[in-house]
T-cell receptor, first 111, second 114 residues
Framework: KQEVTQIPAALSVPEGENLVLNCSFTDSAIYNLQWFRQDPGKGLTSLLLIQSSQREQTSGRLNASLDKSSGRSTLYIAASQPGDSATYLCAVRVTGNQFYFGTGTSLTVIP | KAGVTQTPRYLIKTRGQQVTLSCSPISGHRSVSWYQQTPGQGLQFLFEYFSETQRNKGNFPGRFSGRQFSNSRSEMNVSTLELGDSALYLC?????????????FGPGTRLLVL
């Protein structure tokens, strides 16, 4: 069974700092990996999707990388802002349309 | 395009009752997935429907069931509610094919079982 882990569970940084969130998964047989953010009490917003054949994706200040063979992905956030405060989740898509989610990293950016 | 909508947004039930939650996907999306989110277990996959057929199922008891209608709207039902069913239930619709599927989530239904 696929297991997805995210480290750290919580992170607090001053505004302007660059940061890295980590995601690891146990089974490398994935179709894609997606990063989401979730604001308190809300649904999930898709940030980046990396297909299994890709190494990285970028959107604005966000860059996600994927190393399928080692079962790892990182989300890099440049020049963090208070509005980036949220919980960040990674999810891997396995066979069919089933997704396994990590436990999330709760990020607080201090003004 | 309107996003994924879920109704109701909040629900309070008592143990033993049953509940039905509704999800309307983004127009044109044919796949709808349901997830349960709790502080202890995180996000767990319940099931996925595509063209009115259940295509994938997670590891939940038979008290959790769902269906999808011809217009792609989906409902999930939980019978004989237990305290542990208190959670945020999220619905997601999927667009795309060939490994490029992006999931779009609704705001969720927060269920409290007393």
């Amino acid at each position: 069974k696929q297991e997805v882990t995210q480290i750290p569970a919580a992170l607090s940084v001053p505004e302007g700092e660059n940061l890295v969130l980590n995601c690891s998964f146990t089974d490398s047989a994935i179709y894609n990996l997606q990063w989401f953010r979730q604001d308190p009490g809300k649904g999930l917003t898709s940030l980046l999707l990396i297909q299994s054949s890709q190494r990285e994706q970028t959107s604005g200040r966000l860059n996600a990388s994927l190393d399928k063979s080692s079962g790892r992905s990182t989300l890099y956030i440049a020049a963090s802002q208070p509005g980036d405060s949220a919980t960040y989740l990674c999810a891997v898509r396995v066979t069919g349309n089933q997704f396994y989610f990590g436990t999330g990293t709760s990020l607080t950016v201090i003004p | 395009k309107a996003g994924v909508t879920q109704t109701p947004r909040y629900l309070i039930k008592t143990r033993g009752q049953q509940v039905t939650l509704s999800c309307s996907p983004i127009s044109g999306h044919r796949s709808v997935s349901w997830y349960q989110q709790t502080p202890g277990q995180g996000l767990q996959f319940l099931f996925e429907y595509f063209s009115e057929t259940q295509r994938n199922k997670g590891n939940f008891p038979g008290r959790f069931s769902g269906r999808q209608f011809s217009n792609s709207r989906s409902e999930m039902n939980v019978s004989t509610l237990e305290l542990g069913d208190s959670a945020l239930y999220l619905c997601a619709s999927t667009h795309g094919s060939g490994g490029s599927e992006t999931q779009y989530f609704g705001p969720g239904t927060r269920l409290l079982v007393l």
